[in-house]
């Protein structure tokens, strides 16, 4: 039987298998490679951090990833593939580990946060025509 997710370094072995996969599939690894340009190892500490945080409030996350991916959808935009490709490797990723409450939770929050992510990247251009109208 598989056991719950207790640690950082639990978080971090999740975080590091996820961009193992988003990496190698070209419908998406551009936009960490060629847009974002990120330092995988420096990039994965800090997603880490963030979920440690979401989990366990520890404190080891001081950002703000709305406004991260905001700039990164105005330099390419998001599109529901990138979406439905980051939902799918992290909910895979975080079963084929762990299994308990805490496994549950990180599933329930990366499902939560994307979706909302997704309906403001997506629904971005329909805003401003509203306000343009008004
Ligand atoms: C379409 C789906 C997504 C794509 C393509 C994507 C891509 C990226 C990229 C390229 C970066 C690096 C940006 C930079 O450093 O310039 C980033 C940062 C990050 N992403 Fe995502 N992301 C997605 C969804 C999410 C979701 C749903 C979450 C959380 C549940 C998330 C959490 C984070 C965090 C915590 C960072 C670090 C932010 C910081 O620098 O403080 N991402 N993402």
Redesign the pocket.
């Known amino acids: 039987m598989k056991r719950d997710i207790e640690t950082r370094a639990d978080i971090h072995r999740i975080v590091t298998e996820f961009y193992q996969k988003?990496l190698a599939d070209e419908r998406?690894a551009f936009?960490?490679t060629d847009?974002?340009?990120?330092d995988v190892p420096e990039?994965v500490e800090?997603?880490t951090?963030?979920?440690n945080d979401?989990l366990f409030a520890a404190g080891d996350?001081h950002?703000?990833?709305m406004q991260?991916?905001w700039?990164?959808n105005g330099q390419s935009p998001?599109?529901h593939t990138?979406?439905d490709?980051?939902?799918q490797y992290?909910t895979q990723t975080i079963a084929a580990l762990f299994e308990g409450d805490n496994a549950a939770r990180m599933q329930q929050?990366?499902l939560s946060?994307?979706t909302m992510?997704?309906v403001k990247?997506l629904t971005q251009p329909l805003n401003k025509q509203d306000n343009t109208a008004r």
């Open positions: 988003m998406v936009l960490f847009v974002a340009r990120i990039h800090k997603v951090g963030f979920w979401v996350y950002g703000n990833p991260v991916h700039l990164l998001l599109q990138h979406f490709l980051w939902l992290f929050r990366a946060i994307a992510m997704r990247m």
